[in-house]
DNA sequence: CGTTTGCTTGACTATCGTCAACTTTTGTGG
DNA sequence: CCACAAAAGTTGACGATAGTCAAGCAAACG
């Protein structure tokens, strides 16, 4: 993957960023990314780490015959793509458009050692990301279909609700489906389900979800 | 938990350790655990965290019903129990009689601030943990049972065969089954069943194993 | 040597996946 | 802005994989 490969892209000084206050000095590159637009894949050498600054991301890996499973969808604030080896070990692209800012990896070591800020930074994103993928597990592991998705619900209703606990999903069910190690009729009957039932409104046709029924969401969220 | 309530514990100085080179100041301290024992439950304090010198440990959580997932198994060399939060985000017993070493958390960052060798160290097993979990929840998502337990059976064997194809795993059928997302009955049919079509050898009920068809398995693992 | 714990095996079942048809939505070009 | 095509989503009928329940066997343990 070519970071100049983007369709936009802009420099710009640490002080517009969060993260390390080397005075004046770029330490990011801003990409916009399209929907589909694969920011690197498995395998690929592990040149740049990236935070979210909107949009979704999707990382995944894939078997040998193409089943899929996306390990995490990365919104606004989280970092992704750090990595142990030189390699990336799974793949990411935008799910929807999507702002990232690019970090060189091989900055990574520097930063950490000098910078107190952007260290505690990194590491509370890595820890992050572990107890998500542990949690993933369980679900992956010992979740019924329905008690998957009303995970998934809850968790997308916290990430990203206006808080009257409505929301318009980044994803498709493909997507969704590959999350939740299900086949995308399984969500969609699932969906229709709670629909039916009350638990959520699924407003005509579109990706947009309004939670009804929270406690029994909560209930199938064991 | 309580460290205090270990079958037995020993300081000893940093120079026994590949950790931090404190000459003479105790870093870490050494506990003896019986099979079964809880190092920590979910939800307890993080007082500690962990790196296994010999053994087995296996880290997992529980739904409220009892269905339980086991994250990872532990053995020699592997860092466990680091937590971003204040609390154990899952439960940690040993699988088998283990030796551990206990380190204070509050050290922590002391330590990484401090100690580059030993931040590297950290670093690289938190990394090293999210990729064993990414490589899980394929597995867990995606993954027939077959593939899972094919997988499983590739895994062990590197980490702990004596490389003649030959190891005794640590870890009951049960634990396992909870590893793998399965059942205890799928996992002994499909043992039984990698030994009856010549992939795997399993002397008469003991908990060894002997890969008798390496490529077979590797195919299975997709 | 007997009891407990772990493992295996069989019969049956349920949940979720597959295959297929159809509907709705989205996107594109005239 | 409409019309059509492509993509996404829904629904139903059916089936297969893995789960449940149950019984029996083997190992380990005191």
Do not use: C, W
């Amino acid at each position: 993957m070519q970071v100049q490969a983007a369709t936009q892209m802009s420099r710009f000084p640490a002080a517009a960023l969060p993260l390390p206050p080397k005075a004046g000095a770029p330490v990011g590159t801003q990409m916009a990314l399209r929907k589909g637009k694969e920011l690197f894949a498995e395998g690929d050498e592990a040149e740049h780490f990236y935070k979210v600054v909107s949009g979704a991301i999707r990382s995944y890996k894939l078997l040998s015959d193409g089943r899929r499973q996306i390990d995490a969808f990365h919104l606004a604030g989280d970092i992704f793509g750090l990595e142990a080896g030189a390699e990336h070990r799974f793949s990411a692209e935008a799910v929807a458009s999507a702002l990232v800012i690019a970090y060189r990896r091989s900055r990574l070591p520097a930063l950490i050692a000098e910078d107190s800020q952007f260290r505690d930074q990194v590491m509370s994103a890595m820890l992050r990301s572990l107890e998500r993928a542990q949690d993933h597990m369980l679900l992956l592991g010992r979740k019924t279909a329905q008690e998957k998705v009303a995970t998934f619900l809850l968790d997308m209703a916290e990430r990203i609700s206006d808080d009257d606990e409505h929301f318009d999903l980044p994803m498709l069910r493909n997507d969704i489906a590959d999350h939740l190690g299900l086949t995308i009729e399984t969500v969609s009957r699932t969906l229709n389900q709670f629909d039916r039932d009350g638990l959520i409104r699924l407003p005509a046709a579109s990706r947009s979800v309004m939670l009804r029924n929270r406690a029994a969401l909560e209930r199938l969220n064991a």
